[in-house]
C-alpha cells in the first residue's frame, strides 16, 4: 500500500490561495515543508508546479498531473490522472500530496496522514482546502507558534493519522 500524506498550509477560512499565489510568507512553514518532504516524492498540480518559485523541488521527486495528455516538463515526471499518480508513487516511502485545491480533493480520500499549517487569520482567496470530517482523523502532534517577524501570523502545525476501520465504529 503507498503511503499517502496531505502537506498544507490552510488559514481560518479554508482558504489556501488566491491567482495561483500562496497568501502568506511563513519562513517557519517553508523550512518545515523542506524539512518533511526532501527525499520523497511531491505530487502537485500544473498550476501549483507553475506557482512554485523554484521549479522542480530540489532532492525530491516532482510528479506533475496534468490534464493535456503527452505534455512532458523538464525535471519532472508526468501522471494524467490521479490514479496514474499513485501507480507512480514511491512503496513503502511517504509520499507528499502539496497542491492545489483540486489535487487535495482528488487524493483527500486516499490520504493516511494530514500536515496542516494552520494560519490563524481570514485571507481573501480564489482557491480552498476541501472540509475535513475531523472524526476521521486522531490528532498526533500540535506545536503553536506565535508570530514574529519572520512569521506575521499565528500559527499551529497539526499532523493526523487517519483513523483505522475499527477506531472508526
Known amino acids: 500500500m503507498k503511503e499517502i500524506s496531505i502537506i498544507v498550509a490552510i488559514a481560518d477560512n479554508n482558504a489556501i490561495g488566491k491567482d495561483n499565489q500562496l497568501l502568506w510568507h511563513l519562513s517557519e512553514d517553508l523550512r518545515r515543508f ?4 526532501t527525499g520523497h516524492t511531491v505530487v502537485m498540480g500544473k498550476k501549483t508546479f ?64 494530514l500536515y496542516i499549517t494552520r494560519v490563524k ?16 482523523w486522531n490528532l498526533v502532534e500540535k506545536q503553536e507558534n506565535t508570530p514574529d517577524r519572520k512569521n506575521p501570523y499565528p500559527f499551529d ?6 483513523k483505522s476501520q475499527d477506531q472508526l465504529e
Open 121 to 136: 487569520h481570514t485571507f481573501e482567496a480564489d482557491t480552498f482546502f476541501p472540509e475535513i470530517d475531523f472524526s476521521e
Open 157 to 162: 502545525f497539526l499532523t493526523y493519522a487517519r
Open 34 to 37: 523542506k524539512r518533511l518532504t
Open 50 to 113: 507553475e506557482s512554485l518559485p523554484f521549479r522542480p523541488l530540489k532532492n525530491r521527486r516532482n510528479i506533475v498531473l496534468s490534464d493535456a495528455w503527452g505534455e512532458e516538463i523538464d525535471g519532472c515526471e508526468m501522471a494524467y490522472s490521479i490514479e496514474e499518480a499513485m501507480d507512480m508513487m514511491d512503496e513503502g516511502k511517504e509520499n507528499f500530496i502539496i497542491g492545489g485545491g483540486s489535487v487535495y480533493r482528488q487524493f483527500l480520500p486516499y490520504a493516511t496522514r
